[in-house]
């Protein structure tokens, strides 16, 4: 079993942008600069959101956080939005996800202007990822991509099981796995909460890929013979066992998988990681379109 080090190929990929924001910098370039929305006081999207911004400062770029209060409404949060498409300041811009009830979340993705998208969550930019025509791929999925790249995993031909059809993982992996290209070419299953016979279908796969929120949901007999295993899920759950007192569980029961795959990433320290690492390669494509 090869385990699919997500930390450190998210630090590989931290220094290659690092090295090309300081070549920029040292050409009399502009730092790249990255603007999150934060609205309200979900505490899982505090601490994502530090994370994106202490990751933009490690790579040299700027960063902008605007903390916005959980009864703003609709019409001021597009304003804050719509001064951001225009700030010529500002490459990148990321509204934290979930959003209160009374905002809707779609109309809120549709005001973001596409060239600052770097989550790659507007329709637009799910069309073209769609139609193999350049666009920001949604760090998730674009993480998954690269550690396949980065690890060599051959997809082509292979039948890859996705459980879960969200639309920031689940959806658009899916759509890249199917793609001509490398990683792709593979023949793609999506299951979902309708699904039926998800043990035998899964156990079909050589590739797969979960993302639905249960912890430890895949078991062994669920995992074909040498499949590669990547795990999106993060799950908190108290333990008597760490220092404080909780810790975090994949989708994938991974003492239970492991001798059984080819590779596996881990829950810390997979895919996680990889998608900070990945919305930083997005804002830094976006300063230079
Ligand atoms: N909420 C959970 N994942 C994400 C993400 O990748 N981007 C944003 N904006 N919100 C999220």
Redesign the pocket.
Known sequence: MILLDGKKTSNDIKDEIALEVNGIVNNGGKKPHLAAILVGNNGA?ET?VNAKVKACEKVGFDSTLIRLKEAITEDELINEIIKININDSIDGL?????LPKHIDEKKIINTISIEKDV?G?HPKNIGNMTLNLPCFI???PAGIIELIKRYNIETSGKNCVVIGRSH?VGLPISILMARNSYPGNSTVTILHSRSKNINEICKKADILIVALGKANFVTSEMIKEGASVIDVGITRVTSNVTKSGWKLLGDVDFENVKDKVSYITPVPGGVGPM?IAM?LKNTLSASKL
């Open positions: 999207s994502y990321i509204v934290q996800l979930p989550d969550f949604p760090a998730t920031i998608t919305l």
